[in-house]
């Protein structure tokens, strides 16, 4: 099992769950989080970040519910494997269709989005 190293700023305007999602997310889109890799306990990684349980779980849910980790009961909570292409492409557009509704609701215009993507 991986030791999972994420600095959480408890004075940061993000929720802590949110930091550890998105650094978790990271970790996985690059690859240092690799498809099968089991993931500690949340008490475990809660302890362990000075966390409580419930910012890691609810963290673990909501990378499970973006198709990132599985959780498999007792098996615990594993990197789930890459997405094959029609899963990986639906993915694609329900993330893209959230991001353009988030630009709408600013009231930016979509002609503009290029050039926001390309500063990421």
Do not use: W
């Amino acid at each position: 099992m991986p030791e999972i190293d994420i600095a959480i700023d408890p004075g940061s305007a993000i929720p802590p769950f949110e930091q550890l999602r998105d650094g978790l997310r990271e970790r996985i889109a690059s690859g240092g989080l690799r498809p099968g890799t089991k993931l500690p306990p949340v008490r475990t990684l809660a302890t362990s970040l000075g966390l409580a349980a419930n910012t890691v779980a609810r963290s673990y849910r909501e990378l499970e519910a973006e198709g990132f980790v599985e959780t498999r009961g007792r098996g615990g909570t594993v990197v789930a494997p890459r997405l094959d292409s029609p899963q990986r492409h639906q993915r694609m557009l329900e993330l893209t269709r959230e991001y353009v509704a988030a630009v709408d609701a600013l009231g930016v215009d979509r002609a503009e989005i290029p050039g926001y993507l390309g500063r990421v």
